[in-house]
């Protein structure tokens, strides 16, 4: 299947106008500038393009600042998010789609990586504060309320005297990208579970074995 016939089935699968059935909102957040693209920061927007290409949807539109691919995941209808902004400014696209699109809060989860978990490691929170990240700090703010669902990746703590904000904008190194790799497959596992069932099924499963 080409390029544009993707993009017209995508498009096709998924209307504004389709008011009734709830929508579940999937934002990953990253840098978007392509020289980003790989670092650890990114883990977010790697996810989300990893789960679209295997539902078969594509990042076709932009709206609010962000790049957004809509369809369904299974019989669920589902908008993934990726900011076009920096990170510390992604509540300035997550918090007016999710208005737009009346998302209830507990359908919107956020990807993003953590410091504080082992490289690989997937925590689900059905809420909670920002930990220190910029990117989930803009979002609570500009929707004024932390109930919401996020999915932590943990990416480690820098080595030795490193300075964090260095740290998260580089690449995984070799050893850790094959971590990551797998990492990726059971973060794409965990959100289609937690779209089948809920948060918390999605946390039995894979806060335990992820």
């Not at 393009?49 to 809509?70: I, N, P, T, W, Y």
């Not at 953590?114 to 059905?126: F, H």
Request: proline share 5%; charged share 25%; with cysteine.
């Amino acid at each position: 299947m080409s390029l544009l016939e993707r993009l017209r089935q995508s498009l096709s699968r998924f209307s504004e106008d389709d008011c009734d059935e709830p929508m579940y909102m999937i934002a990953g957040l990253g840098n978007p500038d392509a020289r980003y693209a790989n670092n650890r920061h990114n883990i977010g927007f790697q996810i989300v393009d990893e789960l679209a290409e295997s539902h078969d949807l594509s990042f076709a539109k932009r709206q609010h600042k962000a790049r957004v691919a809509g369809g369904h995941i299974g019989d669920v209808r589902v908008l993934l998010v990726k900011p076009m902004d920096y990170m510390n400014r992604s509540g300035a696209s997550v918090q007016p789609l999710a208005a737009y699109y009346k998302v209830d809060l507990t359908n919107l989860i956020v990807i993003y990586d953590d410091l504080d978990l082992p490289t690989g490691k997937l925590r689900l929170r059905p809420f909670g504060g920002a930990g220190g990240h910029n990117g989930m700090k803009s979002i609570i703010q500009r929707l004024g309320d932390n109930q919401f669902p996020r999915l932590r990746v943990g990416i480690d703590r820098p080595p030795g005297r490193m300075d964090p904000a260095a740290y998260v904008l580089q690449n995984f190194s070799k050893a850790e990208e094959e971590i990551m790799m797998q990492a990726r497959v059971r973060a794409i596992r965990a959100l289609e579970r937690w779209i089948e069932t809920d948060i918390d099924t999605a946390m039995n499963e894979f806060n335990i074995n992820g």
